[in-house]
């Protein structure tokens, strides 16, 4: 990063942290600031999921200090997936133990021992360099703890990275651990014992496949395994494998979203039955600023055996229904717009129309008219293109009003993808100016869509 770029990044963190809160969301919109019924952005990354009664827990990495080291392992509860409320934190650091300040703790996952009457959490546990690569547990009597940890070490005296565990519908509900071992070389799923305290042995294991961030759904008796390979924090065309017992065989792999999009800019957390089908959750990590990495999540559709990702700007859940809704919205070209100064007409078959806009910011800028609102908040997901390795961002200025930047990741030149801002549109015709008034360039804009939901 260089100094120069500091001092947008801050205004840009600044603005999205002062964006407008509604006060239930009812709605996912993926890449947006996600806060918390507090207004606080949540904080938990690496995230794992459960359901206990009616309600929702989250479990995951406070990484809100913006460094890998061990912060908290935060709560949060939910009726609805959607709007979530901030719990006690479900494990704290703990000094000169493998859970200080100065270690690892990273997807946290949280199962419940129906035999104990005890919810169990297992995670990453390791030193400041990775080099340690252990499991920790720890054990707790009410979901959000606090939870009492128990230690770390090396499952049957193997490494053990980036690591899930996933519990099966039989009556014993039989558990195992998914984790990257022997130097992130080999994936192996390991069978827990009755109280899920320690793994027994390995059940199934695939020698070279450098699989990390894995998750496991088991919808009408297959299981599907969803991993990404090894990338550090950028992200990689994420991978799922099935089988019909969790020994294997499995499958060899397959994607789940468009190779050239690296899984739509994320990394697989965890995935989440929906009924017939399951809700892709994944990270999209700012290595930068770890603590506004975002979170992505989409219909993970399982109707053809292959699990795909169904990418959608803004979608909605029934949760009794076991469904899902993508909503549709309007699009407007940017090319269609008013193109200022040294902006300039793109042409690329990768865009929407064959056409884009590109070296917007540093005195270009795009004025797209006669945008239709509804005066009551709105989505607007931009769709670009940053050939950049580093993200980009651009101004976005309502008829003529202040600006509000919006983050750009880096898409790869060829590929385009959105990402989301809010919007108060008015009832009606609006302009809305990009790039205007930046010193740094924005990525090339291919089109706006507008969405009715706010
Ligand atoms: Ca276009």
Avoid at 11 to 23: H, M, N
Avoid at 158 to 164: G, H, I, N, P
Avoid at 268 to 278: I, K, M, R, V
Avoid at 421 to 430: A, E, Q, W
Wanted: proline share 4%; charged share 15%; glycine share 10%.
């Amino acid at each position: 990063m260089t100094q120069l770029f500091i001092p947008f990044l801050v205004l840009s963190l600044f603005t999205l942290w002062k964006s407008p809160l509604a006060s239930a969301e009812n709605v996912i919109v993926s890449g947006a600031a996600w806060t918390d019924t507090s207004g606080n952005l949540i904080q938990a990354h690496g995230g794992g999921f459960l359901k206990v009664g009616s309600t929702y827990y989250w479990f995951g990495e406070d990484k809100a200090s913006n460094t890998t080291l061990f912060h908290d392992v935060s709560c949060y509860t939910s009726t609805d997936l959607i709007n979530w409320t901030r719990q006690n934190n479900a494990l704290s650091p703990i000094s000169g133990t493998m859970i200080s300040t100065s270690d690892i703790v990273e997807r946290p996952k949280v199962l419940f021992n129906q035999k104990n009457a005890e919810y169990v959490m297992w995670f990453h546990s390791d030193t400041s360099n990775y080099g340690a690569a252990m499991v920790g547990v720890a054990t707790a009597k009410s979901p959000c703890g606090p939870y009492t940890y128990k230690g770390s070490w090396k499952p049957l005296g193997a490494d053990s990275r980036d690591m899930s565990v996933f519990q099966d519908d039989d009556a014993a509900q039989t558990s195992y651990l998914l984790y990257a071992s022997d130097n992130n070389q080999d994936f192996k799923i390991a069978q827990l014992d009755s109280n899920y305290y320690n793994v027994t042995s390995v059940v199934s294991q695939m020698n070279g496949a450098t699989l990390e961030a894995p998750g496991i759904v088991k919808r009408n008796g297959v299981y599907y395994l969803i991993a990404s390979h090894t990338s550090g924090w950028a992200p990689n065309p994420n991978k799922f494998f099935s089988a019909s017992d969790i020994a294997g065989p499995w499958s060899s792999q397959q994607d789940i979203a468009p190779e050239a999009t690296n899984t739509y800019s994320s990394q697989n957390a965890f995935d989440f039955p929906l009924g017939s089908n399951a809700i892709y959750m994944g990270d999209r990590w700012r290595s930068d600023v770890l603590g506004v990495s975002r979170y992505i999540w989409f219909p993970l559709d399982l109707s053809s055996g292959s699990p795909k990702i169904v990418q959608a700007d803004v979608w909605s859940l029934n949760l009794a229904a076991g469904t899902y809704s993508v909503a549709s919205g309007t699009s407007y070209e940017a090319e269609s717009g008013t193109i200022s100064g040294s902006a300039t007409l793109l042409t690329g078959s990768q865009f929407s129309g064959g056409k884009a806009v590109g070296y917007l910011g540093v005195g270009g800028s795009v004025t797209i008219n006669n945008v239709q609102g509804n005066g009551q908040g709105q989505w607007v997901a931009l769709y670009f293109a940053n050939g950049d390795s580093t993200y980009r961002n651009t101004t976005v200025s309502v008829n003529g009003g202040p600006s509000v930047v919006v983050d750009q990741m880096n898409t790869g030149e060829s590929t385009v993808m959105s990402a989301p801002v809010r919007l108060n549109l008015r009832s009606g015709s609006n302009s809305i100016t990009f790039s205007a008034n930046q010193n740094t360039y924005a990525a090339d804009l291919d089109k706006i869509i507008v969405y009715q939901q706010g």
